[in-house]
């Protein structure tokens, strides 16, 4: 079992930038893939940033350029930077972790609220 806590969400003007921490209950070294999602209201939840332990990072097209995402493995966390923040990005964020062997297993944050006012 993996609990994750989020944090750094806020009211942020356009333009500004947040960065947000997801702090994990045990070491994340091992664990396959740590992403980064959101959710608007009504709309579907959606993966803005993920990283494989070992990899390179990969981001949704609507924020490549803005948004880095990064693990740091002695801190048990997983962070994402977000500049350049426009009113659109104003959503839910989730933190995820996800192990795929020998099944799949998810682990999911409360979230944090992120409000880009223009």
């Known amino acids: 079992q993996v609990q994750l806590v989020e944090s750094g969400g806020g009211l942020v003007q356009a333009g500004g930038s947040l960065r947000l921490s997801c702090t994990a209950s045990?070491?994340?070294?091992?664990?396959?893939?740590m992403a980064w999602y959101r959710q608007a209201p009504g709309k579907q939840r959606e993966l803005v940033a993920i990283?494989?332990?070992?990899?390179?990072?990969n981001y949704a097209d609507s924020v490549k350029g803005r948004f880095t995402i990064s693990r740091d493995n002695a801190e048990n966390t997983v962070y994402l930077q977000m500049n350049s923040l426009k009113p659109e990005d104003t959503a839910v964020y989730y933190c995820?972790?996800?192990?795929?062997?020998?099944?799949?297993?998810?682990?999911w944050g409360q979230g944090t609220q992120v409000t880009v006012s223009s």
């Open positions: 995820n972790a996800a192990q795929y062997s020998p099944f799949v297993r998810n682990y």
């Open positions: 990283v494989a332990a070992g990899g390179g990072p």
């Open positions: 045990r070491s994340i070294a091992s664990i396959t893939t």
